[in-house]
């Protein structure tokens, strides 16, 4: 960007976390010591953003902003964690400006949407064993659209959209150890695994708060029980680096919490940390509120430090918008530079002209070819499966179906089978004990290779996603 059309760093900003359906909201003053806290407010919204009409619930989301008293308009927005997706995939050594595009792809591939359906953000990290890996989240960009109309119906102007958990500005722990943090949610704890720098796992654990006489709890059973889940699903190399936990939200529900945890997760070789408090560059964070996110992601903005993830759509800027930004002493040399691209746009269109005329005649000398290579190319496609009497398609089914109980407790939902080597399946079991089951006898069938379990979310039912390499033959001698 031209220096002096760079945007400063604003000195006061709106910190916004959006929940199931709470509003919370922070106002964050940068001066010359450090950070201090404005404002504060918790808003219940009777609208939901994504399927409500983006009018009303801006104006929803502004009223409350007015009787809140809050006038600041540029705003940061944490979004709630059952909203992404994740894989994590392993990097080889490539060229840097290569590994972009590997990550694309990879995104493309363990994603199940289209990438023009997403928008797509990752964060790197290197195993102690020396291996590159990388944690892709994508957030549905239809999720994002709405929110940006949102955000304009209730007059604000958001500058970063990111994640609650990765937003909590934690210090970095001792090299070579990996941290569990917690974070207490309205309706669900948000879980992530750091390692150094990187993030290596992020999941919504739902349904393990409980309301008891108007009190909210967390099971700390079912919290031990992920854990030991997540840590599980971790290459084993990173599992053994773990050993810190730490949890943020309500004091009043975090210290029963912690109490009722701790005996439990000492099991894991984890040693619950209750010192831990946010600071950015060697500055402290404001938490007489406690431990916030959305105060979190307000100071990197306000520093200029990019977030874990970023899911804000870039801003196209106009030209009137540029031009009315131009002081007029440069306005002259801006007129040239804009009447030369003028210029050569022109010309560049009419060498395009005449290179489109010569490739015209070129292609009615071949047309006929191409048309008889491309139907005999179609009978072909159209007839090659019929040569093939292995039925591969037909033998991974098979496969499958028998490693499935016939009880039933197991039942598949979804199936994809890419270039007949890669399946993916996702589906439920009534309990962990049914699924581990189908799990072990689907590892013993020989063509089964590179087994990976992407997702187990809840317990009764419970539901899975997993996906393997086929290579190839009968699953039985």
Known sequence: MIPFLKPKPPMTLLGLRLGRNLLQGVVLHRNGSGFSVRQQFRAVLSLDPLTNDPELVGR????????????????????????????????????????????????????????????VASSRYQAASGDQFATLVAIPRNHLVRLQSVLKAARLKPQSFSLAVP?????????????????????????????GSGV???????????????????????????????????????????????????????GLFLTDIQARVEGLGLKVDRQAGPSLNGTPLPTEKGVLPELGLAAERMLGIPPRFEFLPPKVSSLPQ???????????????????????????????????????????????????LEDLQQRIRRYRSWFDSSFPTLTILRSLAEVFPVEGNVSAKRLEIRDLSMVTCSGTATDYAAYQAMIERLRALKPVAELKQDQVQGNSPLQFSINFQWLGGVAHD
């Open 60 to 119: 929803e989301i502004l009223n409350h902003l007015t009787e809140a008293g809050v006038r600041e308009r540029r705003c940061t927005l944490c979004l709630p964690l059952n909203w992404a997706l994740t894989v994590r995939v392993p990097v080889p050594e490539l060229p840097a400006e290569d590994t972009a595009s590997y990550l694309d792809l990879e995104a493309e591939k363990g994603f199940p949407y289209s990438p023009d359906d997403l928008c």
């Open 167 to 195: 937003s909590l500005c934690m210090p970095p722990a001792v090299p070579g150890i990996g941290v569990i943090d917690l974070l207490v949610g309205e309706s669900c704890v948000e879980l992530q695994v750091v390692f």
């Open 200 to 254: 290596v796992v992020l999941r919504a654990l739902e349904g393990v708060i409980e309301t008891e006489g108007g009190h909210q709890r967390i099971d700390a059973d079912q919290v031990a029980r992920e854990l030991k889940i997540t840590l599980g699903q971790m290459p084993r190399a990173l599992g053994e680096t773990v050993r810190t936990l730490r949890v943020f939200g309500p004091p009043e529900i975090v």
């Open 322 to 372: 540029v031009l009315a930004k131009v002081s007029a002493r440069k306005l002259t040399s801006t007129i040239i530079v804009v009447v030369s691209a003028l210029i050569l746009t022109i010309a560049a269109f009419l060498f395009q002209h005449v290179q489109l005329r010569s490739l015209e005649n070129q292609w009615r000398k071949i047309q006929p070819t191409v048309t008889e």
